[in-house]
């Protein structure tokens, strides 16, 4: 495996669920990021990791628990979600500290539906 | 705070005419600013950036694009469009101080006709 990989790339789940998304990278990379695509709005930074420690939480619901166990490795745990949660989760890292102008290199995502 | 606005959610353009994709910004200093693509079912692909220095960025794929300070612009183009160049692009400027985040625009949609 190269770059950074998702999985699942499809979920579908109902409101009273629990899952959970899995992003690894492969990059030797420091940061790692979690962002939300939905339609017709700008990318949304949800969490932002670096060296493990996470640096950034953008006011985001508690529905949604971040988990960075080491530097390759993050998770998005969800719970109770609501239908405007459906959108596309976007994992994504960076060298070096979590500085903007180090370059992001982003996975393919998971498509999530909320029932 | 900082801002993005990329003007027209959709272009279209022939196979081999030219791409302008439009993005603004508003910052109170000068800003790192991005130009993203994401394929279908992909995710984000740096194109190019600018950081400092040559005004003029040329990135992968033939794109380019130029940091015009006086107008607050960072537009993308082409000279000749390829069917491949058919994505999602994404205008995005950050700060320079540690700490700071990328702001993503909106996207643009582009459609290359053949």
């Known amino acids: 495996e190269t770059g950074v990989t998702q999985t699942p790339r499809h979920l579908v789940m109902g409101m009273t669920n629990k899952k959970s998304l899995k992003c690894e990278q492969h990059?030797?990379?420091?940061?790692m990021y979690w962002y939300k695509q939905s339609a017709k709005k700008p990318l949304e930074l949800m969490f932002v990791?670096?060296?493990?420690?996470?640096?950034e939480n953008n006011s985001v619901p508690s529905r949604f628990s971040p988990e960075c166990p080491n530097s390759s490795h993050l998770f998005l745990h969800l719970h109770t979600l609501q239908p405007e949660d459906s959108a596309l989760y976007l994992c994504?890292?960076?060298?070096?500290?979590?500085?903007?102008?180090?370059?992001?290199?982003f996975g393919p995502g998971t498509r999530l539906t909320v029932l | 705070a900082q801002s993005v606005t990329q003007l027209g959610s959709h272009v279209s353009v022939s196979e081999g005419a030219l791409v302008l994709l439009r993005c603004n910004y508003s910052s109170s200093v000068p800003p790192y600013l991005f130009w993203y693509v994401q394929y279908p079912n992909q995710g984000l692909q740096l194109l190019l950036k600018y950081t400092t220095g040559a005004t003029l960025v040329k990135g992968i794929n033939g794109f380019e694009a130029e940091f015009k300070k006086s107008e607050t612009s960072f537009h993308l183009t082409k000279p000749s469009a390829h069917m491949s160049d058919a994505a999602e692009y994404f205008c995005?400027?950050?700060?320079?101080?540690?700490?700071?985040?990328?702001?993503f625009g909106e996207g643009t949609q582009l459609t290359v006709n053949p």
């Open positions: 990791y670096s060296l493990e420690e996470r640096v």
């Open positions: 990059l030797g990379h420091n940061a």
């Open positions: 994504a890292s960076s060298q070096g500290s979590a500085s903007s102008y180090n370059e992001q290199f």
């Open positions: 995005a400027v950050s700060g320079r101080t540690s700490g700071s985040r990328l702001t």
